[in-house]
């Protein structure tokens, strides 16, 4: 579901979401004059990869391997393997 609305940039400068049980404040980016975006970064938040990865756990159907594309999934898949018990993981690259 994508959510979509209009922000004033100085009315608002964060953006209020909870995520997998997570409460957080994203930062309101300016992309260009009339546009601006929240911005969802999960490297270096432990506490939001650990209840993202539980919840995406839970969806997992039986599999023989995780993957993810290069760069943000790695600490999201990372996490994955950990509570699964999974001693591998592949990260998919554009180019070898």
Not at 64 to 79: H, N, S, W
């Given at each position: 579901m994508a959510l979509s609305m209009r922000i004033n940039s100085t009315e608002y400068k964060e953006?209020?979401?909870?995520?997998?049980?997570?409460?957080r404040n994203l930062p309101i980016c300016?992309?260009?004059?009339?546009l601006y975006?929240?911005?969802?970064v999960i490297f270096g938040d432990v506490e939001l990869t650990m209840a993202c990865a539980t919840?995406?756990?839970?969806?997992?159907?039986?599999h023989?391997?995780?993957?993810?594309?290069?760069?943000?999934?790695?600490?999201?898949?990372?996490?994955m393997a950990r509570q699964t018990g999974a001693d591998r993981y592949?990260?998919?690259?554009?180019?070898?």
């Open positions: 953006y209020p979401i909870t995520v997998a049980g997570v409460k300016k992309v260009h004059d009339g975006i929240a911005a969802f919840e995406l756990v839970k969806m997992l159907p039986e023989d391997v995780l993957i993810t594309a290069e760069a943000k999934g790695i600490p999201l898949i990372y996490e592949l990260i998919a690259r554009k180019s070898p």
